[in-house]
Every structure is written in C-alpha cells, then in structure tokens.
C-alpha cells in the first residue's frame, strides 16, 4: 500500500528502526546542522537512520532531516521496492505515470495565515553552514511552478533563502525546468506563481530532486511510483495545485524581472557557492497541518542526503539510457556519494566489442553532460558500489597511455570549483567550459584466476557469521 503522506512514512521508518528520536532541546541555528553532520560521518551508510529533532528550541515545529536519502535502504523503502528494483521502478514510472486526483479538501490546508498574518520566522529553517550562509535556508521544499502557455506543472527542488517576514530569495540554475517557466513570464512582465511545498509523500519528495523527461508532469510520475494518484488541491491564494497531505506550503509571486542577491550557500560539492543574482519571492499565504512537521534535507560536504537521493534517481535515468534506449551491454552505473552524485561516475558491462567502454562513456556525457567529469568503465564482476573494488580495476586492468583519455571542451559540473571563478568567466566565458576523463578499467585480453577463496565457501562462511563470533 502507498504511504498516505509523510506521517505515515515516517511510522514505518520507526517499525524498521530507520528513525532516530532526538528529544534533547536543540538550537536550529546550529545544532540540527552539527548533529545531522556527525552522524552521516560517523554512521554507517547502510545503518544510517533519518533523524527526529522533536524538540528545538523557541519553535513547537518538529524537524525531520535525512527521511527519505539518510541510505539507500531508506530510498528503497520510500520506493517500496528492492535495491535491485529500483531502475526497473523508475522506468515504469515514467512510461506509465499516473495522473493527480484533484480534492476540493485538503489536510494541507487546515490552518491559513494570509498577507499580513504570514511570519515565514516562525517556521525552525536550519542554518546550515553556521558563520557562511546569510540566512536559514530551506532545503526540502518541492518548488511547483507552471508554464504559462501550456500549464503544464514543473516540481523542482532549489535552495530557498529566508529575506523575511514575507519574502524569500530564490535559485532556480539555467538547466532546471522552472526557471524556463519565470522567464517566460518575465518577458511579458508578468509575476510567476511559486508554491513550495514541505513535508509530502516521500516519492514526491524523490521526484523532486530527480530530472524526469521534459513533457512529464513530475506529480503523475509520482504517483507511477506509489502506483495510485497523488491527491492534490488548489492552493488558497492562486491556480496551482500542490499535494493535497503536505506539511506545510509556502504560496506567492517572483516578482517580475527582479533579481536580489542571494547566498552564498553549503553547497553539495562541499564547498561553499557563490552568490547569486536570483529570483525574489512575495509570500502571499502560508497553510499547514495542526501540528506540523518541518522537512529539510541534509546536504552539504558528502556523504549527504542530497548526494544519496540524487545518485539514485540520477543512476536511474543513465541506465535507462544506456540499456534500454540504446542497447549497450550495461549491468549498472553508480554516480559515487563522494562526487556529490555528479563529478565520479562509474559504469559496469558485459562488453562483446573493445570499443564498448568508450561508447558508453560518450553515450552517458552526452546524455547528462554536466555529470561523470571522471567516469570509469569496469567489467561486471565489479562491485561499482564499492570503492576498492574500483579502485582495484583501475590498479590492475588500466594501461594509462592506452585505457586513458581526455575529452575536451564539454559541460562543465555545476558548482565545480576547481572551475574558473565566476569574476573570471564573465571576462572569458571559454573558461567555463570543463574536459572529462575516461578510463576503461574493463579487462582487454585472459587475466589470470582471481586470487580469493570460491564463492561458494564465502557465501557460506556468511550465513554463519554469528557463529564467528561477530
């Protein structure tokens, strides 16, 4: 059964010990930002739970961080499916999404504060890089804007500053599908209606954050996910429709051709982004839940949540791409959580022709050019999920002056900073142009036997590992 809404989720979170309570009073301007940093280093990824902050201090608004990409495991039980499952789910989705049911009543909705009873302050925003960031800023909001010409609905999630009492800065980069959207009103002076959303059915959340095909609605493709449709209701203060069991939802208007500076912020690489010139936001209406819950998303230096929400859906797509849209004899691809889900790709294969590892290579840069800087194609007997198995494919099955080249001239990873500053690129706009690196670590003649005891002995000593001791 698909969870209702992010109560739900968070239950079954709890039966499978995959949420850990925090009932000790905490500062949101610092100490969710800390703890949530010393457990995704400190814990393992397979055991990592969501966290509960049940108790922050001066708000009566609960913050739940790392629900739905704190592991894998809790990706997989978001999905309701396999690990191994997971690209077959998302393939479905997408071929055979599921229209929203629109409701006339909504739990979403059960509180309503409007123009000058809106206090965006009153909500526990994080800040998350203490002494960097200007301001508390949300990281989990589902951003639902509209085309203006089509209406068709575009679900993304971007940073959000917090300006305000009523306003909000927001950055929406050139690639994601939003930004088309307030542009468009732009040039006709229009304001854009933007409704960010908070705390939903957890495969909402994963859409979100993972790029769909253009002409999908990302709402029906959630509902493809949960395999039945996501209820939704129009907002109170303007003619979107966001999900109807949301925690709490933020309405207004980017004002028209007004840009404010915004940042810098924590960014995924780990390093800090630059400011930016981006888009400001009235708030015309804040509704919510009795009883709220606040959903951020922990993100930052990897390993984060936004690394592992994103290098699944990413993974996703690319295999879909490579293995069924074009029949290339790949097993599986992994975008590694270090990279930031984007700089370090890895590609695994049964190839039957030598040049395979290079088409692959430039079959996924051209696919997603902004990610796979260095990509790396193994045989299949490699866990592309663990690094020293890469690494040991690298070590022993590279020649570098023939298994390594480098192509120039392409997309570079957004926020690299090993890239020019953005000072400099205004001055010479080439330098913003990136190379990637490519390096077949696939077997190209017999190797001798591998040197481990036979599978079967390991698989047994597994099954008994108690008995050890362990």
């Not at 010393?38 to 629900?67: C, H, K, M, T, Y």
């Not at 039980?77 to 999404?97: F, G, T, Y």
């Not at 800065?169 to 908070?198: C, D």
């Amino acid at each position: 059964m698909p969870y209702e809404d992010l109560r739900e989720f968070l239950d079954r979170l709890e039966a499978a010990n995959k949420l850990h309570r925090i009932t000790k009073p905490v500062d949101k301007d610092w100490e969710i930002a800390a703890v949530s940093r010393v457990a995704f280093q400190s814990i393992p990824e397979e055991r990592r739970p969501a966290l509960f902050f049940e108790n922050v201090v001066g708000f009566d608004i609960p913050v739940v961080a790392g629900v739905l990409g704190a592991s894998r495991s809790i990706y997989c039980l978001a999905l309701e499916c396999d690990v191994k499952e997971v690209h077959k789910k998302w393939s479905e989705a997408e071929q055979h999404p599921i229209e929203p049911q629109r409701v006339s009543k909504a739990s979403a909705q059960e509180n309503i504060f409007a123009d000058r009873e809106v206090d965006l302050r009153r909500l526990p925003i994080p800040t998350w890089t203490v002494g960097q960031d200007p301001a508390p800023y949300i990281t989990a909001g589902c951003v639902v804007t509209a085309d203006p010409d089509s209406g068709i609905r575009n679900v993304g999630t971007y940073r959000v500053e917090l300006k305000g009492q009523r306003e909000l800065g927001l950055f929406i980069n050139y690639l994601q599908g939003g930004r088309e959207h307030v542009e468009k009103n732009n040039q006709r002076g229009r304001p854009t209606p933007v409704a960010i959303v908070l705390g939903t059915d957890p495969v909402i959340g994963l859409v979100s954050v993972t790029r769909v095909p253009q002409n999908l609605d990302e709402l029906a493709v959630a509902g493809g996910l949960r395999g039945a449709p996501v209820k939704v209701v129009k907002c109170a203060t303007m003619d979107l429709e966001i999900p109807a069991t949301a925690e709490i939802v933020i309405e207004g208007f980017i004002r028209p051709k007004e840009l404010e500076s915004e940042g810098p912020f924590g960014e995924y690489t780990g390093y800090m982004g630059p400011k930016s010139m981006s888009y400001k936001v009235d708030v015309s209406c804040v509704t919510h839940r009795s009883k709220p819950l606040f959903q951020a998303f922990i993100s930052q230096m990897p390993p984060s949540e936004s690394s592992c929400i994103r290098s699944v859906g990413r993974e996703s797509a690319l295999y879909k791409h490579l293995a069924q849209d074009l029949h290339l004899p790949v097993r599986d691809v992994h975008l590694m959580e270090c990279s930031g889900a984007a700089a370090y790709l890895v590609i695994s294969m049964r190839k039957s022709h030598p040049a395979q590892p290079r088409v692959a290579m430039c079959a996924a840069w051209s696919f997603a050019p902004q990610f796979g800087k260095m990509t790396v194609v193994v045989d299949d007997d490699i866990d592309i999920r663990d690094l020293s198995m890469v690494n040991w494919a690298i070590s022993f099955r590279v020649q570098p002056d023939r298994d390594v080249f480098i192509m120039p001239g392409m997309p570079a990873v957004q926020l690299d900073p090993s890239q020019a500053p953005e000072d400099v690129v205004q001055q010479d706009p080439t330098r913003r142009v990136s190379s990637k690196l490519g390096i077949d670590a696939t077997r190209k003649h017999a190797f001798p036997a591998v040197a481990i005891p036979p599978q079967e002995h390991l698989e047994r000593v597994r099954k008994e590992w108690k008995s050890y001791g362990f």
